[in-house]
C-alpha cells in the first residue's frame, strides 16, 4: 500500500513539474502581449498654443488645445500572434470650436515584441500604401534599456527613439525614452494659399505650398509592462512654398502634456497589468514547482522506505530467551 501511494505521488509529482515548465515557458508567454478586445481613451493638452484656423483664415495664439486619442481593437481582424488597432486624434480648441485636425491610423503588430506588420488592411489616413515598420502605439512587454525605432504618423516613417535614462513617475520608476524628429516635409495634396498668409505681399497669384513637420517627444514606460504611463510631445507644422523662398505659415505650434486624469488611468491599467504578468510568470509557476517537489519527495521516500513488517521476537512478539545450555 505504501509503494501504490508512492509511485502515485510520484506521477503526480511529475505532473506538477511538467505544468511548471508548460505555466513558466509556454502559457505566460502565450497569454502576455497586447490584448486584442482593447479599448483606451487618452488626453493630452497644450496651453499657451499657437495654430491656424483655417475656418476664419486667421492665426490664433494663446489656445488651450487638446489632443484626444481613443484606440479600439479590431477583434475579428485579428491574426495568430497579431493584434489590430484602430486610432482616431481629434486635435481641438473647445473654447473657440475649432477642430484644427483629425488623424487616423490602422496598425497590427506582434503581440508581444510590439513589431509592426502590414497587414489587416494596416494604414495611415486611410493609405494602405504606408509601410509602417517599427513600434507603434504598443510598447515590447519586455522593454529593454536601448534604442528602438517608433513609427510617427505625421511623418510617416519610424525615427529613433533613444533610452535617456530612469525615472520616478507618478511614483513608479520608469524607462524615459526620446525622440527627435527634424523638420520633414509630409506628404499631402494642399490647395494653393493667398501669399499674405505665409507674410508675402498681397495682391500676388495664390501659391503652391508644402507641409512640413518636426517634433520632440518624451515616453515613461513601465518596465513591468512595457505600459506608456506618462508621455510630451512638442510638435511644430508649417506650411512653406513649394518653390522655396520667402515665406512660411505656422499650422500648429502645441506643446502637448498628458492630462493627469490620463496618467492616473494609465498607471492603473499598468497596476492590473503587472498583477497579471506577475500571476502568469511567477506565482502559478512557483506554486506548480512547490507541489510538484513536495510530491516528489513524498513519493520517493515512500517507496525507497522498508515495505516489510517488523520479525517477531517470541510467541508474544517480546524478545527471544536466550538459549540454555
Not at 198 to 212: F, H
Not at 266 to 284: C, F, H, M, N, Q
Amino acid at each position: 500500500m505504501r509503494r501504490t501511494i508512492g509511485f502515485t505521488l510520484i506521477g503526480i509529482g511529475a505532473f506538477m513539474l511538467a505544468g511548471f515548465v508548460l505555466a513558466r515557458y509556454y502559457i505566460a508567454p502565450t497569454l502576455i502581449g497586447a490584448p486584442t478586445d482593447f479599448y483606451q481613451v487618452t488626453r493630452l493638452r497644450a496651453d499657451g498654443a499657437s495654430y491656424f484656423d483655417a475656418g476664419r483664415l486667421t492665426p490664433r495664439t494663446g489656445a488651450t488645445v487638446t489632443a484626444t486619442n481613443t484606440i479600439r481593437a479590431d477583434v475579428k481582424a485579428q491574426e495568430d500572434g497579431v493584434a489590430v488597432w484602430d486610432s482616431t486624434t481629434v486635435i481641438e480648441d473647445t473654447a473657440n470650436g475649432v477642430t484644427i485636425e483629425l488623424q487616423k491610423q490602422r496598425l497590427a503588430f506582434d503581440r508581444r515584441t510590439a513589431r509592426l506588420t502590414n497587414c489587416c488592411g494596416a494604414a495611415v489616413e486611410n493609405d494602405k500604401s504606408v509601410r509602417q515598420s517599427g513600434i507603434g502605439l504598443f510598447w515590447p512587454v519586455e522593454v529593454e534599456k536601448k534604442g528602438l525605432q517608433l513609427f510617427d504618423t505625421g511623418t510617416r516613417r519610424a525615427w529613433p527613439i533613444t533610452f535617456a535614462g530612469e525615472e520616478r513617475r507618478n511614483g513608479v520608476r520608469t524607462y524615459r525614452f526620446v525622440q527627435s524628429v527634424p523638420d520633414t516635409k509630409i506628404p499631402s495634396e494642399l490647395p494653393a494659399v493667398p501669399p499674405e498668409l505665409l507674410g508675402l505681399p498681397k495682391g500676388g497669384a495664390p501659391v503652391q505650398v508644402d507641409r512640413y513637420q518636426r517634433s520632440d517627444s518624451t515616453y515613461w514606460i513601465d518596465p513591468r509592462t512595457g505600459a506608456p504611463i506618462d508621455q510630451q510631445r512638442h510638435v511644430v507644422s508649417t506650411l512653406r512654398p513649394q518653390q522655396g523662398g520667402a515665406g512660411s505659415l505656422v499650422v500648429a505650434d502645441l506643446d502637448l502634456r498628458m492630462t493627469p486624469e490620463s496618467r492616473m488611468s494609465l498607471l492603473a491599467k499598468s497596476d492590473d497589468g503587472a498583477a497579471k504578468i506577475r500571476l502568469l510568470e511567477t506565482i502559478v509557476p512557483l506554486t506548480f514547482l512547490g507541489a510538484g517537489l513536495f510530491a516528489l519527495a513524498a513519493g520517493l521516500a515512500l517507496t525507497t522506505g522498508s515495505g516489510r513488517l517488523p520479525r517477531h521476537r517470541g510467541a508474544l512478539g517480546g524478545s527471544a530467551a536466550p538459549a540454555s545450555r
